[in-house]
């Protein structure tokens, strides 16, 4: 965006290309002799920010006598970078990661939204560079060097509370193989939906971090009962319920989690009050669901796809809310994923095989009703 504004009167076009180009060369990709990478970068930077410059000089407006008007033009000018950027990026990223175009849409829109205020920064600073001349690019280098270092400082602690994460799942992990899985494929479930349903950067960081959380408690819970293949007694229906509590207490002692606490006490009570539950707590409580029906469990084979899909219908409006139970029956459609018998990857082992029809989950436990062959 400097670059727009500074070279707009003596180089309209070929000053701003060449300055994102510069883009392309990103070190670690130089050293592993990436070059298609450097060469698919040096093309996509180069063409969008040759369209942003087209954008910025046919606007209807004379930006050379206003601030305002160089900040105000920062905006389409971005927008336009971002949209070819993404143009470009998205198919190269979908058929990388075998992921479906819209699905990448949708994240890298959530993110392009952040660089609106650079631009308008970048517009300011090209515009005090040519009123100003170069002595005014070290008062804002020495900032832009300091937040760099504060942004560093953040990825750290963003590296350390990953580690914590995957220090807790590895403990559910020495406990019991299936939960530790379990909770990954919740939260990628829960991800999906989330994305479907549009939430936010932070909410979506929430859900994650809920999703993967959910089931801690169960460190406390012996391996007989977790893994118990009968129905449960009712003692210790209330011993297995009483993670719930524990793995609130537990994540409120850890400052990054601690956010998380009132989406999984309002699982307890979403039955009683769904309208006061969070949606993070309706995501995953389908999301687990899903995937216990979807998944061999000591109680019970996995079921079918379809037939999961249709206990969660079933069950919407009541025990589910139907907009998270839409949403996740969609994305796994569209997707084209199929999961449940037939289609696990990884199967546990088990000391007894499960049978076909099972008692009911021990995670949820079912003690009123006498029969049930279906339940998640």
């Not at 100003?132 to 900032?143: C, D, I, N």
């Not at 914590?164 to 939906?193: C, G, M, N």
Request: hydrophobic share 45%; with cysteine; glycine share 6%.
């Amino acid at each position: 965006m400097v670059a727009i504004v500074a070279f707009g009167r003596e180089s309209e076009f070929l000053g701003p290309v060449l300055v994102a180009a510069a883009g392309s060369l990103y070190l670690p990709q130089i050293r592993n002799q990436e070059w298609a990478k450097v060469a698919f970068n040096l093309s996509n930077f180069g063409l969008s920010t040759l369209a942003a410059a087209a954008v910025h000089t046919s606007l209807p407006f004379d930006t050379a006598d206003s601030v305002g008007l160089e900040l105000l033009a920062a905006i389409p000018t971005a927008l336009t970078y971002s949209t070819i950027n993404s143009a470009l990026l998205m198919p190269a990223v979908a058929m990388v990661t075998e992921r479906p175009v819209r699905e990448v849409a949708r994240e890298m829109w959530l993110g392009d939204l952040q660089i609106l205020p650079f631009a308008m920064l970048g517009g300011l600073l090209g515009r005090l560079y040519v009123d100003l001349g170069a002595w005014v690019v070290p008062l804002f280098v020495a900032p832009i060097l300091i937040a760099r270092q504060a942004f560093a400082s953040y990825l750290a602690l963003r590296e350390a509370q990953e580690a914590t994460l995957s220090t807790l799942i590895r403990a559910l992990e020495s406990k019991d193989q299936y939960t530790a899985d379990h909770v990954e494929r919740v939260a990628r479930f829960a991800h999906l939906v989330g994305i479907e349903l549009g939430l936010r950067a932070t909410k979506l960081e929430r859900l994650r971090c809920s999703s993967l959380m959910h089931d801690i408690g169960k460190l406390i819970v012996p391996n007989q009962i977790l893994n118990k293949p009968g129905r449960l007694t009712e003692a210790e229906f209330e011993r297995m319920r009483d993670h719930e509590r524990v793995s609130c207490e537990l994540l409120r002692q850890i400052d990054f989690l601690a956010p998380v606490v009132p989406s999984l006490e309002a699982e307890g009570r979403r039955h009683e009050a769904p309208n006061e539950a969070p949606i993070e707590t309706h995501i995953v409580a389908v999301a687990d669901a899903f995937d216990a029906m979807t998944s061999t469990r000591v109680y019970r084979r996995a079921l079918p796809q379809d037939v999961a899909f249709a206990e969660l219908r079933d069950k919407s409006g009541t025990q589910f809310e139907g907009s998270c139970v839409e949403a996740l029956i969609r994305v796994i459609e569209r997707r084209g994923e199929v999961y449940g018998a037939g289609h696990e990857t990884e199967l546990a082992d088990f000391a007894v095989p499960p049978p076909v029809v099972g008692t009911g989950s021990a995670g949820l436990g079912d003690l009123e009703v006498e029969e049930r062959t279906v339940r998640p």
